[in-house]
C-alpha cells in the first residue's frame, strides 16, 4: 500500500486499489484502541434509473435504502446480531449518493471485518423476508412523514428540482416498496454493489497490509462494469417557487432555498463546498450582522440555521427554522445576498470567519466517523478531503462573492413553508 502523509494535518493515509476495482484507505492511528471500518458503494436514493446488461431499469423510488436493510440478512442469520455478539457496534445508512455499512471495536477487528465484508457482498433473500419488511419499512416511513422537519425539507427540495431524482425521498413512499421484490433487489445489488464501485476505510489501530489482505481474500476477485446512471436532465429554473403545507406544530417552520449551479467531479467540488459553507457562515451564521439582527427582532431563534449540500448533477443552499414571518426572513437573507454582493465583508469579519471554518475541519479529524464518510465521499467525487488546508490558503473574499452573484439570486429561490392546522 501508498502511504501519503499530510505534513500540516499531522496525518497519514495508507492507500491502494485492489485488481478487482475495491479501493481502499487505511488510516493509522496507533495510539487509539477503538478501530473503525467503513464499507461504502456509490448507490444512494437518487440512482432509481440505471443500466444493466444493456437494458434501462427503472427502479422503485426507496429501493436503495430497501437493500440496506436487507443486507443484514445472512444464511447464518442477521450480521448485526453477529457483530454485536464479537464486541462491535454496528450500524448503517443510506443517503441520496451512497449506502455504507461500518462499525467499531476495540477488539475481534479482524474478524469483524471478515463478517462486514462478507454479509454486504454476498446477498440473500427470500420472497418471504422481502415482503416482511415491507411493513417494517412502511412504518417508518409513515413515521417520517409525520415529521415537520423532514416534511419541510423534502418539500424544498421538490420546489428546487422538477426533474432530478434528488427530488426523491431516500426512503421512498409506502406505494413505491410496495412494487420491490427480490428479484429488483438481487438486480441493483449486482450492479452497484461490485467492488469496483465501493471504497472500504478503516481508521484506527490497524496494520494497513492486513486489512489489504483480508479484502483481497474474502471479496470477489472481479469487479463490475461502469453502470450508466439517469438522474434527469434538470432545467435552470426552480421547480415551483413555493411550497406550504398544515401541520400539527405550534409556530411555522420554514426553510428558503437556493438552486445552485452543480460542479462535475473533481477538486473543484471540494472548493465549492468550502465556499458553500462560507457563504452559509458568512451570511447567516451566528456571528453574521443578519443573524444578530433578526434574532434581536424576534424574527428567528436559536433553532435558526441552514446549510450547503451537493449531490449528482445538483447543489443547493439553505436556511430555516421557526418564525412568525417566514416570508419576512426568506426576504432579508436575499437582501443581505444582495448587498453583500454590491458592498462586499468586512475584511476582519471574512478572516474570523475563514478561521473558524477551519478549525472546523480540523476538528471533524478527531472523529473516526468523520474521517472515513468524508474520505469516501472524496474517492466518488474524485478530490482529496485532506488537501483542505490547500483550498482555504487560497480563498479570497471575491470567491465568496462570486459564489453568492453564481447562486444566491432571486430567480433561484424558493421558500417552503410548515403552518400550524387551524383549530
Given at each position: 500500500m501508498k502511504p501519503v502523509h499530510y505534513e500540516r494535518l499531522g496525518e497519514t493515509i495508507y492507500r491502494e486499489t485492489l485488481p478487482n476495482g475495491l479501493k481502499i484507505c487505511v488510516i493509522p492511528k496507533p495510539d487509539h484502541a477503538k478501530k473503525y471500518a467503513f464499507f461504502a458503494t456509490r448507490y444512494g436514493g437518487m440512482d432509481t434509473r440505471f443500466q444493466l446488461n444493456g437494458r434501462w431499469l427503472d427502479t422503485p423510488a426507496g429501493i436503495a435504502h430497501y437493500l440496506e436493510h436487507k443486507m443484514f440478512d445472512t444464511k447464518e442469520g442477521n450480521a448485526l446480531q453477529r457483530l454485536a455478539k464479537n464486541g462491535a457496534e454496528p450500524n448503517a445508512f443510506t443517503s441520496n449518493a451512497m449506502t455504507g455499512y461500518y462499525f467499531d471495536s476495540t477488539s475481534h477487528f479482524?474478524?469483524?471485518l471478515e463478517i462486514l465484508l462478507s454479509f454486504v457482498s454476498v446477498p440473500y433473500f427470500t420472497d418471504e423476508s422481502v415482503?416482511?419488511?415491507?411493513?417494517?419499512i412502511a412504518q417508518e416511513i409513515r413515521m417520517i412523514e409525520d415529521n415537520p422537519d423532514w416534511q419541510i425539507y423534502a418539500r424544498m427540495l421538490r420546489a428546487l428540482y422538477s426533474v432530478s431524482t434528488a427530488r426523491t425521498s431516500i426512503a421512498g413512499t409506502v406505494e413505491s416498496i410496495s412494487r420491490i421484490t427480490a428479484e429488483t433487489l438481487y438486480d441493483c445489488h449486482k450492479a452497484f454493489y461490485t467492488p469496483s464501485n465501493m471504497i472500504l476505510t478503516v481508521v484506527g489501530n490497524v496494520d494497513p497490509v492486513k486489512v489489504s489482505d483480508l479484502a483481497r481474500r474474502i471479496l470477489p476477485k472481479e469487479g463490475g462494469p461502469v453502470i450508466p446512471?439517469?438522474?434527469?436532465?434538470?432545467?435552470?429554473?426552480?421547480?415551483a417557487k413555493e411550497a406550504r403545507m398544515a401541520m400539527e406544530v405550534s409556530s411555522p417552520q420554514f426553510l428558503a432555498g437556493w438552486k445552485c449551479r452543480p460542479v462535475p467531479e473533481g477538486e473543484e467540488r471540494l472548493r465549492r463546498l468550502i465556499l458553500g459553507?462560507?457563504?452559509c457562515d458568512l451570511l447567516f451564521g451566528e456571528?453574521?450582522?443578519l443573524y444578530q439582527r433578526l434574532y434581536s427582532q424576534g424574527l428567528v431563534n436559536s433553532s435558526f440555521g441552514g446549510d450547503f449540500e451537493q449531490m449528482p448533477g445538483?447543489?443547493?443552499l439553505y436556511a430555516g427554522g421557526e418564525s412568525k414571518e417566514p416570508q419576512t426572513v426568506?426576504?432579508?437573507?436575499q437582501?443581505?445576498?444582495?448587498?453583500?454582493i454590491r458592498e462586499g465583508f468586512d475584511e476582519d469579519y471574512f478572516q474570523r470567519a475563514l478561521r473558524s471554518s477551519f478549525g472546523s475541519s480540523l476538528r471533524g479529524l478527531n472523529s473516526f466517523e468523520n474521517i472515513a464518510v468524508s474520505l469516501t465521499e472524496g474517492c466518488f467525487g474524485g478530490f482529496d478531503p485532506f488537501r483542505f488546508p490547500q483550498i482555504f490558503d487560497a480563498v479570497t473574499q471575491e470567491d465568496i462573492l462570486n459564489f453568492l452573484q453564481d447562486n444566491m439570486t432571486a430567480d433561484r429561490a424558493v421558500l417552503s413553508e410548515i403552518v400550524p392546522k387551524e383549530a
Open positions: 479482524d474478524e469483524n415482503a416482511k419488511e415491507q411493513g417494517i446512471r439517469d438522474y434527469g436532465s434538470e432545467p435552470e429554473a426552480v421547480g459553507n462560507l457563504a456571528s453574521s450582522p445538483v447543489a443547493y426568506a426576504n432579508e437573507l437582501k443581505e445576498a444582495d448587498r453583500l
